[in-house]
């Protein structure tokens, strides 16, 4: 049982993230279609190594699956230069494609996405905390409330980022990875709690 709370923490890890890869190359799929010939055969270009980088993601979501900890913190490590990659091949995307207000539009949709995932990572877990003794059950509860505290607190961070205007896509990547971070701290948190209660 304890290892299955380890493999969501890190199964929900890659699903956050691939869940902002998809929303991104839905984005700039649409956004490639409406350029001229020779930029749209460059974004679509850029846009073949996103969907690349998504596949990679699902891949390795698929693979460890039944896996335990070792495996998930061995592809936590191993998918983390493909974030890197990922998070490059979107800032070229920006600059191929000359459109640079499409980045305030990606930034909020991949915060949307972002605060979809860690709404269904909150709501499993809360579900899985009905589960346990009153006494473990509110030791969670308390965990589960500072993680939903941090979902909280990053909305506005995002939503003031994205308000300041015309930012370089590197500020706006800067706000989601700070946001990121923080809501996978509380999460590993929270997971951690839950495999100690178990």
């Known amino acids: 049982m304890k290892t299955e709370y380890y493999s969501h923490y890190f199964s929900n890890w890659a699903k956050e993230r691939l ?4 929303t991104t190359l839905k984005l700039m799929d649409s956004h490639a279609r409406a350029l001229h010939a020779e930029r749209r055969q460059q974004a679509e270009k ?7 980088q998504g596949e990679a993601f699902q891949e390795a979501i698929r693979k460890q699956k039944h896996e335990g ?10 998918l983390a230069p493909a974030w ?10 920006f600059t191929e494609a000359g459109h640079t207000q ?16 860690w709404q ?15 006494a473990k059950r509110h030791d969670l509860d308390k965990v589960l409330d500072h993680l939903k505290a941090e ?3 990053a909305k506005p961070k995002l939503e003031k980022q994205q308000k300041a205007g015309e930012q370089s896509w590197a500020a706006l990547k800067d706000a989601l990875e700070e946001s990121r971070s923080a809501f996978d701290k509380a999460s590993h948190k929270a997971f951690e709690a839950f ?3 178990a």
Do not use: N
Request: aromatic share 8%.
């Open 19 to 22: 869940e902002e890869i998809e």
């Open 46 to 52: 850029v846009v073949a190594e996103i969907r690349a």
């Open 69 to 78: 900890e070792a495996a998930w913190a061995a592809a936590k490590i191993e």
């Open 84 to 93: 890197a990659s990922f998070e490059a091949t979107v800032q070229r995307y």
């Open 102 to 117: 499409q980045q305030g539009a990606t930034f909020k949709a991949r915060a949307e996405a972002q605060r979809k995932a």
């Open 120 to 134: 269904q990572t909150i709501d499993t877990l809360r579900a899985s905390s009905a589960s346990f003794a009153v």
């Open 151 to 153: 979902a909280d607190a």
């Open 195 to 197: 495999k100690k209660a």
